[in-house]
């Protein structure tokens, strides 16, 4: 989210009256590359680029091809196949065994529906979407074409803006909904009733991580700054009074730990970092009575055992099934030390739980690091 929220703020600052722009998105990954489907940058015709397709060997070929897709005014897509051994072929020794089709589309300031303005939407959402590409289209068509595309949002909205006679034939909205149920994009290939092919890349885009530290001492501020460099939603609930100013500008939102209100969703991970044992106690009740399906705690696992044994004794036990949703110690095993270091420590051990991994070291794993 945060590539696409960089791409806005960029696009929200050319002036089309001067400047061309074009978008260039990663569609199809066939084997290894660094950067996978949705990887996408904006490409300016002055040389600028904000994000990145790869990392950093094939977007100076994307940026000469953009700007011959500004000037002609019309979307296309460019294959870059990195297991080719042709030394005229860009990408080639880079040692990535990759093929990637990348989409370049130039942009129309006064079309709402070109692919920045659709991102926009997801800026702020706090629920999963998929985006709905045109990648390959038949040439005689009128209701679909290269480049196209549609936000899902929901069945009703879709079918309300998506020209469905186009693709009467197959079932479409079914495909897109396995897609948000695994939460993994795809790209699917549909065969229409004259012979003709049209492809869609289905971009499923998940809000980022909102990371809800409870808490106001020094070790807060690493924990805030990484989290935001990581392109993560972070709220802070503490003493207003006792925190540095800067906080207020680090972080999305600074709530009062009495009676604030805390908005917690499935993509929420709460750090439990108050260094006192009554708060963080009353901090895990609340918690656990809400949807979050991560808890982190700082301190030792004896102090959480306590608080186990504190809620048994009180008649109101902490269930197995709630425990599965605490982390304690929370953070991974590096070594932390610092206050720094344990940052990093608890931001990978949270993106590990969001993307189902283990978070142990990538030369253990048997399977490629990016699942097909």
């Keep these: ?55 950093g060997c094939l977007e100076g070929d994307a940026l000469k091809k953009a700007r011959l897709t500004m000037a002609q ?23 990535c065994n990759g093929i990637i089709d990348v989409l370049l589309t130039p942009l129309d300031p006064n079309d709402n529906q070109n692919p920045v303005r659709l991102l926009s939407h997801y800026l702020d959402q706090r629920r999963p979407d998929v985006l709905v590409t045109v990648v390959e289209a038949p040439i005689y068509s009128d209701l679909l074409t290269l480049s196209q595309a549609y936000r899902y949002f ?11 006679e186009a693709v009467a034939e197959h079932d479409i909205v079914q495909d897109i909904e396995e897609c948000l149920k695994e939460e993994k994009s795809a790209t699917k290939t549909y065969v229409l009733r004259d012979g003709e092919r049209v492809s869609f890349f289905f971009e499923v885009i998940l809000p980022p991580v909102h990371l809800v530290a409870m808490g106001g001492n020094y070790d807060l501020y690493p924990m805030v700054r990484l989290a935001k460099e990581t392109g993560w939603k972070v709220s802070v609930v503490c003493n207003m009074a006792k925190v540095h100013r800067s906080l207020f500008e680090m972080a999305d939102a600074v709530i009062p730990k009495e009676g604030g209100e805390i908005p917690v969703d499935p993509y929420t991970a709460v750090i439990l970092m108050a260094h006192d044992y009554e708060t963080d106690y009353r ?31 009180e008649n109101s036990p902490i269930t197995d099934l709630d425990m599965e949703r605490v982390y304690s110690p929370v953070g991974l095993d590096i070594g932390a ?12 051990e949270i993106r590990a739980h969001f993307a189902g991994r283990s978070g142990s070291s990538l030369r253990l794993r048997e399977k490629p690091i990016y699942e097909e």
């Design 154 to 164: 929901n069945d009703a909205y879709f079918r309300a803006t998506f020209p469905m």
């Design 73 to 95: 005014k019309k979307a296309t897509i460019i294959t870059y196949d990195t297991t080719d051994d042709d030394p005229y072929q860009i990408g080639v020794g880079l040692g």
């Design 337 to 348: 030390n610092t206050p720094e270091e344990i940052a990093i420590s608890v931001i990978a």
């Design 1 to 55: 989210m945060k590539e696409i929220r960089n791409i806005w703020n960029a696009y929200e600052k050319i002036d089309f009256t001067r400047q061309q722009a074009a978008l260039a998105t990663v569609v199809r990954v066939e084997g290894s590359s660094y950067r996978r489907t949705g990887a996408r940058m904006l490409v300016m015709d002055n040389g600028d680029w904000i994000g990145g397709i790869s990392g």
């Design 283 to 313: 901090y895990l009740r609340r918690m656990l009575d809400t949807e979050v399906p991560y808890i982190g705690m700082l301190g030792p696992r004896k102090r959480t055992n306590k608080m186990l044994t504190r809620a048994l004794e």
